[in-house]
């Protein structure tokens, strides 16, 4: 029996995943709707980051703290073992959390009234955190190729040349779960400094690489223009610790670090809690083989749900080369995104998201989180089988 077995009860948790469904989806009572949306895990972290927090917590002082270089070396350790990326720990500049620093990130390289470049469908806050801060998103969509989603380069191109400042990559991509290859990620380098455009790569999602994929991270290949490019990744997604709030960007070039730091300070996020620092060094240094068996599990649960759902006429079913949510295809049946959701809360009984999350480009699609028991992933499936 694995680990990932155990069905842990999470209502009446303050959990937004299991008890904010009703302010979400406009129920008035969600106590029978299963969730399988937010991209949060229904399993406990590694063991060794429980106990780091324990004794952490039983220091009994919560006075104002600092990084610890322990804390600072597991990254540049962690990259070189998992992703045999050889990074400066100088590089390292800290945050509350991957979208502050895409949010930090936007202030501190653009300027109000920008263009900030994105490729949709893809991850809400790339399209937010822009238009909050007084920046123009121009969108320049994926396209379809083989089931699968690819770069129109030439349109990318288009889309560069009209003085846009910068580009956000999601970098693996969320919600499809693909892994950018090294001539893809190399050729959005090029384009990007034929038009002098920063690159602020999200790849929070980059150890969650599935049946062996490889995660290559954006600055790694970027060569002569590295320093154009700043690096958003934590720990959080990998280990369920996004109520820790901890994240990281690998910035190489020192005006860039500084510019970034001064926003830090500016916004008042100077620092992380206490608390942190303790759960990413205990996740780093001891959370590796957890990590793996987690894969494996996703994997099979990945696999289970694939062939469930292709049971149903019109259901199409990529399997994810990362992350653990799956980008189910319902254009077949050309049912309007509104009916389809009714039917899955109100017959189903399954809250998944609905596809226009991720712009207009996901619409005819669902993103299914199955980062849970099997046990869990099984009644999801008779759930929506349920709903047809």
Not at 150 to 163: G, K, P, S, V
């Amino acid at each position: 029996m694995s680990i990932f077995d155990q069905t842990i009860k999470r209502r009446c948790t303050n959990s937004v995943k299991w008890d904010a469904m009703e302010k979400v989806y406009g129920l008035h009572d969600a106590s029978d709707i299963l969730p399988m949306w937010v991209a949060d895990m229904d399993f406990a972290p590694p063991a060794a980051v429980s106990k780091a927090l324990q004794q952490h917590a039983e220091q009994t002082v919560f006075g104002y703290s600092f990084i610890g270089e322990d804390a600072i070396q597991s990254i540049v350790d962690w990259q070189n073992t998992r992703h045999d990326w050889h990074i400066d720990k100088e590089s390292i500049v800290f945050c509350n959390g991957v979208v502050a620093a895409l949010a930090n990130s936007i202030v501190a390289f653009t300027n109000p009234g920008d263009k900030v470049l994105i490729s949709s469908p893809v991850y809400p806050p790339f399209f937010n955190i822009p238009k909050s801060n007084g920046r123009e998103v121009v969108s320049c969509p994926l396209v379809e190729k083989d089931g699968t989603l690819i770069y129109d380069f030439e349109a990318f191109e288009q889309a560069l040349a009209q003085n846009v400042k910068a580009y956000i990559l999601c970098n693996p991509h969320n919600p499809g779960g693909y892994v950018w290859d090294e001539a893809t990620l190399k050729e959005i380098v090029r384009l990007c400094a034929k038009y002098d455009v920063i690159i602020i790569s999200d790849e929070i999602h980059a150890d969650l690489m599935i049946n062996g994929e490889k995660h290559i991270p954006l600055a790694k290949i970027a060569g002569d223009e590295i320093n154009r490019v700043v690096t958003c990744m934590a720990p959080t997604k990998t280990f369920n610790l996004a109520g820790i709030q901890v994240s990281y960007m690998i910035v190489t070039d020192k005006k860039k670090r500084l510019q970034l730091e001064a926003i830090n300070m500016a916004s008042g996020q100077g620092s992380l809690n206490t608390f942190a620092s303790v759960a990413l060094h205990a996740a780093y240094t001891e959370g590796s083989a957890w990590l793996d068996e987690l894969l494996t599990y996703i994997s099979a649960n990945m696999d289970y749900v694939k062939a469930e759902l292709e049971q149903i006429p019109g259901i199409r079913v990529t399997k994810p080369q990362s992350t653990y949510l799956i980008w189910i295809d319902y254009r077949e049946l050309s049912l309007d995104e509104q009916d389809l959701m009714n039917r899955l809360l109100e017959v189903g009984k399954l809250a998944l998201e609905p596809g226009t999350k991720y712009g207009e480009e996901g619409r005819g699609f669902l993103r299914m989180n199955v980062a849970c028991s099997f046990e869990t992933v099984q009644d999801g499936v008779k759930r929506f089988k349920k709903a047809f």
